[in-house]
């Protein structure tokens, strides 16, 4: 009896010892096994005199089943372990974060865009727009630009296969025929911009084939080269966030208005960049002038009563001054490298000035 008792706490240990599911299963094999030792222990109960192995017997039954609850208490904590060891190497963390790759960006055209947009309509203009294949005689005639004028010859025109009626169509070399469109289609007051894409055949570092202009219209009574100046000069202070920048009006021709002018605005070099606002160099930037007589003319528009200015302005050009983009061909090749370092985000961008 007292080498049972012995027995049973040497195996009681042996289970407790156990510190992972294959080390308790060794300690199974040794005792219950073939070859275990309380399994030698019941076939060894066969060679005892019948008093002694019923005593013993039962006393190996109890040991037998002590040692097996036992190690069924020992295996139901190592898997219990086991999983929370494996929860707490295999978890996931959430919190990183997601790829920044995978987030696009607002591009520098369209928020350059969306800021001139959002200017003008505080002071009161509303969007027009027109076609991209656009009529000869909007882009050209209805302009004051008859068919022999050499100012055809400067637009390098994108001229399309003539249709059935007859009409001559080219891609609109500028956003001026939106000009023709709206006092066509509309009576004065008039007070539009029209944004968008126009087409001329040139490429080289200032110039790509598709390029943005957004064109300006004011029709009313009285409305004079003053109210032109100050709108013009307002509109580049705040696109560029300068209340002091210099703005000029330089004398220059368009044959769509009388007299016409170039705005110019300050600015000064630094190495290969331009700081605007300061220094006595001056940088083209805008056309402009009151609308011409013969223009309104051929809208329906009585030039005795009433007059208006009209303006155009290329948007890359701002763009590249505002947000410092160096090449105009960059903003055409879609390399997403460079859409992440000068593109915006759409909480920064769309939603506001666009500051970095
Ligand atoms: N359409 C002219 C251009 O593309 C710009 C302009 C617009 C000039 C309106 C005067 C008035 O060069």
Known sequence: MQTLQMMKERWLKAIEASNDLSLLEQARIAAFGKQGEVTQEMKNLGTLAPEERKERGAALNQLRDDLMAAMETKRTQLKAQELLQRLASESLDVSLPVRPELKGTVHPLSQALFEMTEIFKS???SVAEGPHIEEDYYNFDALNIPAEHPARQEHDTFYMPSGKEGVKKVLRTHTSPVQIRTMLAQNPPLRIIAP???FRSDYDQTHTPTFHQVEGLMIGEGIHMGHLKHCMTEFFRRMFNLPNLPVRFRPSYFPFTEPSAE??????????????????????????????????????????????????????????????????????EADTRWLHRYGFSITEGLTGGGER
């Open 263 to 332: 705005v110019d605005i300050g600015f000064s070099r630094s190495g290969e960049n331009l700081v605007l606002g300061q220094g006595d160099d001056w940088l083209e930037i805008l056309g402009c002038g009151m609308v011409h007589p013969d223009v309104l003319e051929n809208c329906h528009i009585d030039p005795a009563r009433f007059q208006g200015f009209a303006f155009g302005m290329g948007v890359e050009r701002v763009a590249m001054l505002k947000y410092g983009i160096l090449d105009l061909r960059s903003f055409y």
């Open 196 to 198: 968008g894409r126009v």
């Open 123 to 125: 002071m009161g203009f």
